[in-house]
C-alpha cells in the first residue's frame, strides 16, 4: 500500500489576476502534475506548457496551517 502526499501549487493559470492556489493529493509529483492539469483544463483553465508546476509537497507529520495566497503582492 503506497501513501498519498500533499502538494500545493501557486503558479498555474486562473481566471482572474488574483492569483491561484490548489492543493494536489497524488502519489508523487508527476501524478500530482497530471491531475492538476485534469482538473485546470475541467475549469476552462490552461494546463502546464512545457514547463512543470512549481509544486511544495507538504510535510503531513506535522500539525500547521499553510497559508496559499494571502492577496499580498
Do not use: W
Not at 500533499?6 to 503558479?11: A, E, G, K, P, R
Amino acid at each position: 500500500m503506497s501513501a498519498f502526499k500533499l502538494f500545493t501549487c501557486t503558479s498555474h493559470d486562473q481566471h482572474y489576476p488574483v492569483g491561484a492556489a490548489s492543493i494536489v493529493i497524488a502519489r508523487d509529483a508527476d501524478h500530482a502534475c497530471t491531475l492538476l492539469d485534469a482538473e485546470l483544463v475541467i475549469r476552462g483553465l490552461k494546463p502546464r506548457s512545457e514547463e512543470s508546476y512549481e509544486l511544495e509537497q507538504v510535510d503531513t507529520s506535522l500539525a500547521k496551517a499553510i497559508v496559499l495566497n494571502d492577496g499580498n503582492y
